[in-house]
């Protein structure tokens, strides 16, 4: 199961996004698609991303895929239905395992403007308060609930609800390598990227006077030495191909000049605290230096080589406060100053000083799936800056 921001999860600001940027989402939208088909995946709750590319998009996504979009909370005004399945009842190993999916409704703005008149997040637990006494009644024995909500409001659903054993976790984007327990149930939160696989196996073991679940849990990081499935490997190539004309062209057509929602005066870009390495250049020349001869000085050439420089999945490593960074479009190349000092606007003329470097600031990079042998120690020595004269 996947909990969302799946299919649509490059720039949500879609009203602001340059056409060629809409167009290559569109294209891996549909290789996700295809590929969550081909891995036989059963159920999916939508995130608010993927909910503002509009509901007859994701309608139309839904009748594509051989796995269900599940969401017990968005609700049709007219119909007072629900948009999508609310829940599925699925037979695993003799055991009846119910499965349904909530959006936080704190994301009804999220919602596309046509939408919003015709559609409505509803309160995420009163909808499970409904859906869980249908999985009773259809004598599901495990409750599994994928959710796209925050931390609070997870736990909240899993103090209220003692038959929900598993909540899946969605728009939370870290990676907890042990469930964390509320009450009844197991929380699992599997990391963001496709970088890791949660997996969870459980067994009932039943007595005469009680009924017990046993489960046990892990991550299983991605890496490497996991082959590519010859018909995945297919599709991702045929996605390389078609996506070509859209990933190279022209930079120039993304630039604010042409942007047209620039030229209405709609969409002011937001002022980044990011402010680039040349900037720090005037007063820490040594350091520089020593930068330029590290591996960081060159990531986004890597890219380049690679030709991968516009995929949004590789640039928040191999740039600077991706997504932060003013423009769209735009990136800081490298992994420069920022990327391990932290945003420098401010300093040092309004006398900010930056916080120290620590073991953290490199893992957001160096993770597991990344960089499987990273050691902090002695990486340290290979790239740390010298000190100020
Ligand atoms: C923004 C992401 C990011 C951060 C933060 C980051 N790195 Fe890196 N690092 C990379 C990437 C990407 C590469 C590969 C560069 C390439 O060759 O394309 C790399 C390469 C390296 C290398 C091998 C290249 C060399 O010059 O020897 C070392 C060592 C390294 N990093 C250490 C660290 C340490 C230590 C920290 C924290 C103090 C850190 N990195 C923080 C992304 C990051
Ligand atoms: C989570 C952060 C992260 C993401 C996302 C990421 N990289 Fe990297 N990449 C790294 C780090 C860190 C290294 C340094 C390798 C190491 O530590 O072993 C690296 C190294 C590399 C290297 C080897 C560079 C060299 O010359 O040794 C290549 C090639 C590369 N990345 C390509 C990509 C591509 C293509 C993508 C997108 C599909 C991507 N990376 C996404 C963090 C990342
Ligand atoms: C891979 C992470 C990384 C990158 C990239 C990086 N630094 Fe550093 N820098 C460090 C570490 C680690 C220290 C040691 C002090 C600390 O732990 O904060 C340091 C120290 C410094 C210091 C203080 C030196 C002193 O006198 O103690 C300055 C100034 C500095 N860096 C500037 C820069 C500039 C300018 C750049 C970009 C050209 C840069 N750094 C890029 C990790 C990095
Ligand atoms: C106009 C000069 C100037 C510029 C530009 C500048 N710095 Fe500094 N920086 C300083 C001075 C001066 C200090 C020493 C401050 C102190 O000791 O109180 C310093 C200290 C630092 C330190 C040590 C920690 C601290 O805050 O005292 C780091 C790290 C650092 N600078 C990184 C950067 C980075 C990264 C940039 C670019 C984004 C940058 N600096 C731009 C003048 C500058």
């Given at each position: ?42 159920a ?23 796995f ?12 007072k ?10 037979e ?32 995420p ?12 009644k259809k004598k ?67 007595k ?14 991605l ?27 022209e930079?120039k ?24 390495g ?6 820490h ?45 735009d ?10 000092h ?28 990344k960089?499987?042998n ?16």
């Open positions: 199961m996947d909990s969302g921001d799946l299919l649509y999860s490059a720039g949500h600001e879609i009203f602001g996004l340059p056409k060629r940027d809409r167009d290559l989402t569109a294209l891996k939208a549909n290789l996700f698609l295809q590929t969550y088909n081909l891995m036989g995946y059963d999916f709750t939508p995130g608010e991303v993927d909910l503002s590319w509009g509901i007859a998009e994701l309608k139309k996504m839904s009748q594509k895929a051989k269900a979009f599940l969401l017990a909370n968005l609700q049709d005004l007219k119909t239905k629900p948009v999508f399945r609310p829940y599925l009842i699925k695993k190993g003799g055991i009846r395992v119910g499965l349904f999916g909530l959006l936080s409704n704190r994301f009804s703005g999220s919602l596309d403007p046509h939408d919003k008149a015709a559609y409505r997040l509803t309160d637990l009163e909808a499970a308060r409904q859906v869980i006494g249908e999985l009773k599901s024995k495990v409750i599994i609930a994928i959710t796209h909500m925050d931390e609070s409001e997870q736990r909240k659903l899993a103090e209220t609800f003692r038959e929900v054993y598993f909540v899946v976790s969605g728009h939370e984007r870290g990676l907890k390598r042990q469930p964390v327990e509320v009450n009844n149930a197991q929380i699992l939160t599997a990391g963001t990227r496709g970088e890791y696989l949660g997996q969870m196996e459980f067994f009932l073991k039943e005469p006077d009680e009924t017990r679940l046993l489960s046990n849990y892990q991550i299983i990081t890496r490497d030495f996991y082959k590519d499935h010859p018909q995945t490997a297919k599709l991702v190539n045929q996605f390389r191909a078609d996506s070509k004309p859209l990933h190279f062209a930079k057509n993304g630039s604010p000049e042409k942007d047209p929602w620039m030229q209405k005066g709609t969409y002011a870009y937001p002022v980044s605290d990011y402010m680039g040349a900037s720090c250049l005037s007063c020349q040594p350091q520089h230096e020593n930068w330029k001869k590290t591996g960081h000085a060159k990531a986004y050439q890597t890219l380049v080589g690679e030709k991968r420089e516009r995929d949004h999945t590789c640039l928040p490593c191999h740039t600077t406060g991706f997504g932060e960074v003013s423009g769209f479009g990136v800081l190349e490298n992994v420069q100053c920022e990327s391990c932290g945003p420098g606007r401010g300093h040092p003329e309004d006398g900010k000083k930056l916080p120290p470097v620590g073991e953290k600031q490199c893992l957001l990079c160096h993770n597991p799936a960089s499987p990273f050691d902090y120690a002695p990486s340290l020595t290979k790239v740390r800056c010298p000190a100020s004269k």
